[in-house]
């Protein structure tokens, strides 16, 4: 964006956040009908790592990643996702419940994070350690497939994302995932529409 616009790296970074920013809402969104629900962890591999870093984490799998937890409404096909600290059960069965209404049905992996109080909700999970991706109704692909799209645009076009503008670049991509069968016209009106009474300040960029 910056060469073609003529206008210094920075400058453009930070136009592109600001548009980012219109697609914050998305993360707040609701659903009434049946949801997935699924959990990723963003951040390099190990390997690509500086040594220092590398000798710095302890333990294996997600150590030193990210955590996004997302939903996906069927019906629609909408996504919404959120970085979180952790993906413990308060955190992952409270995100459910933020963002699907009572009486939803709510689809899963084998996760115990998921499993528990879920009153209000009808649950069916499956089970991926013994190679079980659906049963009937109940699978997790549709975020799942979200997730892949996340993940090569990380490693592809953005190669580093910082955890302190994650969040952006995940509403970003749900946003442009829910607007995906629009034509352009109505993409920059969702655009536009989410930016009405946002401002992102450069100093809140850097804060």
Known sequence: ??????????????????I???????????????????ETYMGG????????????LRGRGPVGKAAVVGARYRTTKRVSARVVKSTDALTLQG??????????KVFTDESRAYHGPTDGFEHEAVNHSVDEYGRGMAHSNGIESFWSILKRAHKGTFHKISEKHLQRYVNEFAGRH??????????????????????????????
């Not at 946002?198 to 809140?204: C, E, F």
């Open 95 to 104: 995100f459910v419940r933020e963002r699907a209404e009572p009486g939803t």
């Open 178 to 207: 829910n607007v995906r069968e629009a034509d352009t016209i109505r993409q920059m009106e969702s655009v536009v529409v989410g930016l009405v009474g946002k401002r992102l300040m450069y100093r809140d960029r850097m804060a």
């Open 20 to 38: 980012r920013e219109a697609w914050a809402s998305e993360r707040d969104a609701l659903f009434s009908g049946p949801v997935e629900a699924d």
């Open 1 to 18: 964006m910056a060469c073609p616009a003529k206008r210094r790296t920075v400058t453009a970074w930070f136009v592109l956040h600001r």
């Open 45 to 56: 591999r190990r390997k690509n790592m500086p040594k220092a870093k590398r000798q710095a």
